[in-house]
């Protein structure tokens, strides 16, 4: 199975240097390879990663043959596809999304920030600012750390 996702890697670098710059940044190439590199990883072992790559190597196809007539539709169908594929990942075979502690971290921050802010510094802006440098700190050494593990998509 791995030559199938070598081959919509293949395709995926035709499709760059072929779409216009605003219909690449739609269709976000880079995260697709990241993708494609993780379906290509589980799909000895798991039929729905098979399954999704077969998919995106046709939607890629279809691309190709009609690269000056990608419309709303097209990106739409697109969007959904690797929407279902992350998450497949997310839950099937537990990866994260790059950035994923880092909203965690700064969220769980600024709240924290705001009650700290209030009880004990007396200033809710000073409260918000070290809370978000401390969930800024966790959240990439955490990200950090699953990327090393190459746990991210
Ligand atoms: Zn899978």
Do not use: W
């Not at 990663?49 to 691309?63: A, G, R, S, V």
Request: glycine share 10%.
């Amino acid at each position: 199975m791995e030559n199938r996702a070598d081959h919509v890697k293949t395709l995926l670098r035709e499709l760059r240097g072929t779409v216009s710059k605003p219909i690449s940044k739609k269709l976000d190439l880079h995260k697709c390879e990241r993708v494609v590199e993780k379906l290509g990883s589980f799909s000895s072992s798991c039929k729905d990663c098979q399954q999704q790559l077969l998919e995106l190597m046709n939607y890629f196809i279809l691309i190709k043959e009609n690269i000056d007539r990608i419309d709303d539709t097209k990106l739409k169908q697109y969007k959904q596809l690797i929407n279902h594929i992350t998450s497949h990942l997310q839950i099937k075979h537990k990866l994260i999304q790059e950035g994923y502690y880092l909203g965690i971290f700064m969220s769980l921050g600024m709240s924290l920030g705001v009650v700290f802010g209030i009880t004990v510094f007396d200033n809710i802006g000073l409260g918000i600012s070290i809370g978000m440098c401390m969930g800024l700190a966790i959240g990439a050494g955490k990200d950090a750390d699953a990327k090393k593990k190459g746990k991210t998509i």
